[in-house]
């Protein structure tokens, strides 16, 4: 079978951004399947192309994938309408993919939601079978987030969900809630599955060159988070709570936040102009770099924004990456995984908006390190037992393609 694969914001494990489509495009490979996976330039992310576009495009084979990448550059730092642009221009030059391409099926990632307008095209003017897989609930988590207040714009994301949802043989959700808000778009639970992002055990494990970054002594508790600094992420959570560390005079707890975005450099001042000696910000970092970081670090950050749509409604790539590499985790929101968190005791919960309770789990963790180490052990087995990439891979692909198959037959 040949999978048509749309995915704006593509990476391999040479980028700073998720592999997620990476690694499942290798497992139906593994299968037997050809894959083409059509993607942008993502800011953070590396398709493995590197000669000049042509018309737009550049295409090429990355470790057996058969990539078209699109001369369409996003960051998050961008603006709402330049952002705006570039998915539209991308689900546009998608379309002549998808209308002159040969293949035997669609399967279309978010974010954003304008992915899944070339599944719907694919669906309904070629007759080619399309699966949809659901990252973030839209217009659903924007209207919470207050990111978006137009009431047009919103009923035509609705609309577009709602297209997407019905015209997918097959819907992919990363999270429960994600599940749920399918289910409530009249899509029988029988055509979604949760699969969410996973483990890479691999990558993480292994003979590793730990690292910390400058600054940070061996004695120090180093916890660190890596992800976008954008909105969504709720970043000067932290930056209280690194000053609540310091009002205490925990000098021997340090923060390190890697990664880039749009709130960055205001974040930045604010450290500067408060004078948080605690913590350090970083450039985003390979994949492969961030296993020798999660190494040399003892807790990993799992921040958000507290926005309801978020507890159950997520799947956040860091969050499997730290329990890969047997980190703690310290989560600051309600939702499936702190619940998990808890179920495994495999690090700390704390309420949101909360920067006393958040740094006393910090405390908690730098002086009692024989805890610390339970949870990592935890955290590792949480990682191998329920997580492990491979098997989620096989699942999805079982999912994707033998699925459709059988729905062929009838």
């Known amino acids: 079978m040949h999978i048509l694969y749309f995915h704006q914001h593509f990476s391999t494990p040479n980028g700073a951004a998720g592999i997620r489509s990476y690694e499942m495009a290798r497992a139906a490979i593994r299968a037997g399947h050809n894959v083409t996976m059509v993607c942008g330039s993502y800011g953070l992310g590396q398709t493995g192309l590197e000669g000049p576009f042509l018309k737009g495009a550049r295409r090429g084979i990355v470790d057996g994938i058969r990539v078209i990448e699109f001369d369409l550059s996003y960051a998050n730092e961008h603006n709402f309408v330049t952002r705006t642009l570039t998915f539209a221009k991308y689900a546009f030059s998608s379309l002549k993919v998808v209308m002159t391409e040969r293949y035997d099926m669609v399967f279309a990632t978010t974010t954003p939601l304008t992915a899944g307008i070339p599944g719907i095209c694919a669906r309904w003017l070629r007759g080619k079978p399309f699966v949809f897989e659901v990252r973030d609930l839209w217009p659903e988590l924007p209207r919470e987030m207050g990111v978006i207040t137009n009431r047009g714009i919103l009923a035509g994301m609705s609309v577009l969900e709602w297209a997407s949802y019905h015209s997918a043989a097959r819907c992919v959700a990363l999270a429960p809630g994600i599940a749920r808000g399918i289910a409530l778009r009249g899509v029988s639970e029988t055509r979604i599955a949760i699969i969410p992002n996973g483990c890479d055990i691999e990558i993480f494990r292994g003979d590793l060159a730990a690292w910390r970054p400058a600054g940070v002594l061996p004695t120090d508790l180093l916890a660190i988070f890596t992800g976008t600094h954008g909105v969504a992420n709720g970043l000067d959570a932290v930056l209280d709570v690194a000053r609540v560390l310091q009002d205490r005079g925990r000098d021997d707890i340090k923060i390190a936040l890697f990664g880039e975005g749009k709130l960055k450099p205001k974040l930045q001042a604010r450290a500067e102009r408060e004078g948080l000696r605690n913590l350090i910000f970083h450039n985003a970092i390979s994949k492969r770099s961030l296993a020798g ?116 037959t009838l």
């Open 293 to 408: 970081l999660m190494a040399g670090a003892d807790v990993g950050l799992q921040v958000l924004a507290n926005v309801p749509a978020f507890y159950y409604g997520t799947s956040p790539n860091k969050f499997f990456d730290y329990i890969a590499a047997g980190l703690p985790v310290l989560n600051n929101y309600p939702g499936w995984l702190a619940d998990l968190i808890d179920e495994n005791q495999c690090g700390f919960s704390v309420p949101p908006d909360d920067p006393e309770a958040f740094a006393d789990s910090l405390e908690a963790a730098a002086d009692d390190r024989a805890a610390l180490e339970l949870m990592r052990h935890r955290a590792l087995d949480l990682a191998e037992r329920q997580f492990d990439r491979n098997r989620l891979a096989a699942k999805w692909v079982a999912w994707v393609t033998e699925g459709l198959r059988v729905e062929a």
